[in-house]
């Protein structure tokens, strides 16, 4: 047989699948905890029938478990935010499902529209609000399971300061 590859498989290849690892029942890296919400994110009908909308504080709703871990489901209305805060021990991924939130950090704020997603570490600090004028929804999972969100001093305050210069660099 002529080819132009030295690389020839012998036999059948349906064989070869008892040296592929099986397929983990759950997550246990950070690619596969995005997957995991990328996966739920892609299936409507895992969330939308639970979102709800709370016009005096942001509503959330756990939406499954594992070894571990958590998943989350939040709802924002316009001017809605989480407060600048880390989560303790916990590394996450938060996918935006619907709307747009914005995300600010010490290096600044970042819109996130539906798909987008950030994967974060522990004691990652960061503020996610809703500076939209359309509700949104977002996915957040948690490794482990969320135990702590610690506050601190508001990003977007303390970005406003630094630009008036009340506040040293």
């Not at 905890?33 to 739920?40: K, M, T």
């Not at 709703?61 to 939040?74: A, I, K």
Request: overall charge negative; charged content about 20%.
């Amino acid at each position: 047989m002529n080819s132009d590859s030295d690389l020839q498989i012998a036999g059948d290849l349906l064989e070869v699948l008892h040296l592929l690892q099986p397929a983990r029942e759950h997550p246990a890296t950070v690619a596969e905890f995005a997957g995991l919400a990328r996966s739920i994110a892609a299936d409507r009908a895992q969330w939308a029938p639970h979102v709800e909308y709370d016009a005096t504080t942001r509503w959330y709703h756990r939406l499954r478990t594992g070894p571990g871990y958590e998943v989350w489901l939040l709802s924002w209305v316009p001017g809605q935010g989480s407060g600048s805060h880390d989560h303790g021990p916990s590394s996450g991924v938060l996918t935006v499902l619907r709307g747009e939130l914005t995300e600010r950090t010490e290096r600044g704020a970042r819109t996130l529209t539906a798909g987008a997603q950030r994967v974060f570490a522990p004691g990652y600090v960061h503020e996610v609000v809703n500076a939209s004028l359309e509700p949104a929804v977002s996915l957040h999972v948690y490794y482990p399971g969320l135990t702590e969100m610690p506050m601190h001093e508001s990003l977007g305050a303390r970005c406003a300061a630094e630009t008036r210069g009340a506040v040293p660099a």
